[in-house]
């Protein structure tokens, strides 16, 4: 059954602490994306990778780090740098071809973070 | 002047009407367009794309395309309650998406 997992669902985290979310793909999609999601907003990219070992910031990306060492993985860190972490982050792929534009992108369920 | 716009507040619709949903964005460049459908809590879902001028339909959807006047709009015809969602616009940009904030549309029963 192919999709995009995310892990886990619901996040705690305290102030001054980093935690990792996990986005896993078995797609077999080149592209991979975080997204962050507030309430009543669009979605804002904080980090894509086209390539394995590669990757690049988004519009919103301090506070936030990220790493592609296989294809199918793409986890995010949020660092305890981050000064509003609290909100929806999604995780996305999709084919990628040099040379075109990036076809579909497809999400994860998402997961929750929440400071406390 | 933001790269996607939806400025439409919150849409009712009879069900079995039409909901329009218009979207507007700056990049005259952009290639490609999509709409994508979220329900309260859940992740986005694709529900259609469009790259050529003009109309594209999938079912109930109608995506339409106008480079000319940087507009996309779609139409979701004979609404169901379970249209009732965000639907939110994306433009192509650089390889990447951006997105619009979105427009909340409920049907009513």
């Known amino acids: 059954d192919g999709g995009i997992t995310q892990s886990p669902k619901y996040l705690f985290r305290k102030e001054g602490q980093n935690v990792t979310l996990s986005c896993e793909q078995n797609?077999?999609?080149?592209?991979m994306y975080w997204y962050r999601q507030d309430p009543g907003q669009g979605l804002r990219l904080i980090y894509y990778?086209?390539?394995?070992?590669?990757?690049q910031k988004g519009d919103i990306a301090e506070g936030y780090s990220v790493s592609r060492e296989k294809k199918e993985s793409f986890p995010l860190t949020v660092t305890s740098a981050q000064k509003n972490p609290t909100a929806f982050y999604l995780c996305?792929?999709?084919?990628?071809?040099?040379?075109?534009?990036?076809?579909?992108?497809?999400f994860g369920p998402g997961t929750r973070l929440t400071v406390l | 002047q933001k790269e996607v716009e939806q400025n439409s507040g919150p849409l009712s619709v009879p069900e079995g009407a039409i909901a329009s949903l218009n979207c507007t964005y700056s990049?005259?460049?952009?290639?490609?367009f999509f709409w994508y459908r979220q329900y309260s809590g859940k992740s986005p879902e694709l529900i259609m794309f469009?790259?050529?001028?003009g109309d594209k339909e999938d079912g109930r959807f109608t995506a339409q395309l106008n480079k000319a006047s940087q507009y996309v709009s779609l139409l979701i015809r004979d609404s169901q309650p379970s249209d009732s969602a965000t639907y939110l616009c994306?433009?192509?940009?650089?390889?990447?998406?951006?997105f619009g904030k979105g427009n909340q549309v409920v049907v009513i029963p």
């Open positions: 990049d005259r460049g952009s290639q490609s």
């Open positions: 469009i790259y050529s001028n």
């Open positions: 990778s086209q390539i394995v070992n590669d990757f």
């Open positions: 996305a792929s999709s084919q990628h071809l040099r040379g075109f534009s990036p076809i579909s992108q497809y």
């Open positions: 797609l077999n999609h080149d592209a």
């Open positions: 994306a433009v192509n940009r650089n390889n990447r998406l951006a």
